[in-house]
C-alpha cells in the first residue's frame, strides 16, 4: 500500500507523538473496514483529486467561498444579538440585497426603487459583469487575476467563472424573494429614533396601529395619531435622539424614556406605548427559525436524530398527561412535582457523565493498545531490515573468503 509508506514518512519527518500516530492507524483500519460503494470511492477519489491534482482550482474556489460569505456574515451576526432589530430589518435586508446584487451586476442597472429592484431579471447577461469583473472576493482577487494569465489555467479559469455567474444569478433570485417590498416591515423603520421629525412618521404609525386591531381600538386609532403628531416635534424627543447611541438597545436605550416623559403627572405617550411595545417584541432574523422547532428541547445538539432515551422520556410524559386527561397547560405544578423533575435532572446528568467517562476510559484502553501495536511493528520492521543487511553484508563477504588461499590453508592445519 503506497499510501501508507507516504503516510508514515510524513508522520516521522513531522515528528508526531506514537498517541497520534496510533489515532491515525486506527481510523485508516476503521476505513478499510468500512463497505466502501461506488458513490462513496467516487467521492474519494474527487477529494484526493481536488487537493493532489487540481490543488489551485480547490484553493481559488475555498478562497472565493470564504470572501464571498463575510457579505452575509455580518447580517447574520447582526441578528442574532438578543435584543430588538426589527427596526433595522428592512435596511440590511436592502443593503446586504444591493451588495450581493452589485457582485455581479453592472451598478447603473441596479434600481434606486425598491419595487423596481424585486423586479429585477438577474438572468440578463447583458446588465451582467465581464468574468473578470466579477466579484471574487478579497482572498481569491490575486489568485484568480494570475490565473486568467496563465495559459496552463485556462481549462479550470472559465469553468470556474461559469460556474460562479450560475451561482451569483440562483442565490440573487432567492433573495430578490425576500419581503423587501414588504410595506409591514417597512413601516416598522418608524422604530428607529433617526426618523424622529421625519414627515412619514405619523404616517407609518397610523397605519401600524390599523394593522393592529387586538391592541388598539378605533378611538385609540385618533389618539394615536394625536400623540404622533406631537412625538415627532417634541423637542425632549429629540434630545433622548441626540443622546442616543448606534450600539444602545432600542427598547430600554430609547422607548423606555420615552414613554417615562410626562405631561401634569400624566404619561405623554400611553397610545404610542400601546402600539410599540408589541412591535419590539417581534422577532427577526436567523434566530426565527428556532421558534418554529417544537421538539428543540429533546433534539440533540450535534445531529438531528432523537436518541431512545430522550424519545422515551417524551412518550412517558405525553402518555402520563393523556391518562390524567390533562394538557401541559393546564397541568398544576406542585412543589413534589418540582423536586422530582430537579432530581430526575441531576440524576440525568450524573448518568450522561458517567456514561462520557466510561467512553474515554475504552478509548484510552484501545488508543494505549494501539500504541503498543505500533511500537511492536515497528520493533518487527527494525529487526527485519536488521536481518536483511547481515544477509546482504554476508552475501558480500562469501566470495573474498572463497578466494582466500589463506583461509583454505588454516582449514587444512585444522584438519591435520
Not at 11 to 22: F, H, I, M, P
Amino acid at each position: 500500500m503506497f499510501h501508507r509508506t507516504v503516510v508514515s514518512k510524513i508522520l516521522t519527518d513531522k515528528e508526531v507523538l506514537d498517541k497520534a500516530q496510533a489515532a491515525i492507524v486506527l481510523l485508516q483500519m476503521s476505513q478499510e473496514k468500512q463497505q466502501k460503494s461506488k458513490t462513496s470511492s467516487d467521492r474519494k477519489e474527487r477529494i484526493i483529486n481536488s487537493l493532489f491534482q487540481n490543488r489551485r482550482e480547490t484553493e481559488a474556489m475555498l478562497n472565493t467561498y470564504r470572501g464571498l460569505l463575510l457579505t452575509f456574515q455580518e447580517y447574520v451576526k447582526a441578528f442574532q444579538a438578543e435584543k430588538p432589530l426589527i427596526h433595522t430589518l428592512h435596511t440590511r435586508m436592502l443593503e446586504v440585497t444591493r451588495q450581493f446584487l452589485g457582485m455581479f451586476i453592472k451598478p447603473e442597472h441596479i434600481p434606486d426603487r425598491v419595487s423596481d429592484l424585486v423586479k429585477l431579471d438577474v438572468n440578463d447577461r447583458e446588465i451582467q459583469k465581464a468574468d473578470r469583473d466579477l466579484g471574487v472576493g478579497k482572498f481569491a482577487h490575486v489568485d484568480m487575476k494570475k490565473a486568467r494569465m496563465d495559459k496552463s489555467c485556462q481549462h479550470w479559469v472559465t469553468k470556474f467563472y461559469s460556474h460562479l455567474r450560475t451561482g451569483y444569478v440562483m442565490a440573487a433570485i432567492k433573495m430578490l424573494k425576500m419581503p423587501l417590498n414588504n410595506h409591514t416591515i417597512r413601516q416598522m423603520t418608524v422604530l428607529d429614533p433617526a426618523l424622529v421629525g421625519h414627515s412619514q412618521v405619523e404616517q407609518a404609525m397610523k397605519n401600524l396601529g390599523k394593522k393592529m386591531p387586538q391592541v388598539l381600538s378605533k378611538e385609540d386609532l385618533g389618539a394615536l395619531s394625536q400623540e404622533a403628531s406631537i412625538y415627532n416635534v417634541d423637542l425632549q424627543v429629540k434630545d433622548l435622539q441626540a443622546k442616543y447611541k448606534e450600539d444602545d438597545r432600542i427598547d430600554s436605550g430609547y422607548w423606555v424614556k420615552v414613554f417615562d416623559l410626562n405631561n401634569f403627572c400624566a404619561m405623554r405617550y400611553p397610545t404610542i406605548k400601546k402600539l410599540v411595545m408589541p412591535l419590539l417584541t417581534v422577532f427577526s432574523g436567523p434566530l426565527i427559525e428556532s421558534t418554529f422547532n417544537i421538539m428543540d428541547d429533546i433534539i440533540e445538539k450535534d445531529r438531528t436524530k432523537m436518541t431512545v432515551v430522550n424519545y422515551e422520556a417524551v412518550a412517558i410524559v405525553k402518555t402520563a398527561l393523556r391518562k390524567k386527561n390533562v394538557k401541559s397547560t393546564d397541568l398544576k405544578v406542585t412543589p413534589n412535582m418540582k423536586k422530582a423533575c430537579i432530581s430526575a435532572y441531576s440524576s440525568y446528568q450524573k448518568y450522561l457523565k458517567e456514561m462520557k467517562e466510561e467512553k474515554k476510559k475504552r478509548e484510552d484502553a484501545v488508543l494505549d493498545s494501539s500504541v503498543q501495536l505500533l511500537k511492536l511493528e515497528r520493533a518487527k520492521k527494525i529487526a527485519k531490515l536488521v536481518r536483511l543487511k547481515n544477509r546482504h553484508s554476508g552475501i558480500k563477504r562469501k566470495p573474498d573468503t572463497s578466494s582466500d588461499g589463506t583461509g583454505r590453508k588454516w582449514k587444512r592445519i585444522k584438519k591435520i
